[in-house]
């Protein structure tokens, strides 16, 4: 299965969105917690997968009971709030996505990366400063 960036980023921004008190651990389903319009619960699982592998998640330690279809869930790893937070807006989200797919190809670090790229030059363009 090839991974999709539109998949990866809405998992992650519903990861975020879960309700989960601040030093507890849920148990997440990707069958009942993640599922998202236009996926088959097949490309949920391996993308959540992918986004847990990648340390993007704070699983506190663990990956649950069946790793394949849920897992605990404390909260998004700092790697994971930067992803969210800078491929949150729609048109960062765009520039990045669109950048990805020209390059055809990409990797979990270099999507990040890009959506941060995209988001210092947006504070540049707002405040004036450089941002190395």
Known sequence: ???????IRQLMLKLESL????????????LKDLEIDGYTSEQVIYHTDQILMS???????????????QFSFRALS????????SVR???????TKDGVTAAKGFTLQTLSALGKAF??????????????
């Open 19 to 30: 309700d989960v008190p601040a030093m507890s651990i849920a148990m997440i389903s990707c």
């Open 119 to 132: 988001l210092h030059k947006q504070v540049e363009k707002y405040t004036g400063l450089e941002i190395s």
């Open 89 to 95: 807006d729609e048109e960062i989200w765009k520039l």
């Open 55 to 69: 340390g993007w998640i704070d699983t506190a330690g663990g990956r649950g009971m069946n790793p394949s279809t």
């Open 78 to 85: 700092p790697a994971g709030h930067d992803f969210v937070d």
């Open 1 to 7: 299965m090839r991974r999709d960036p539109e998949l």
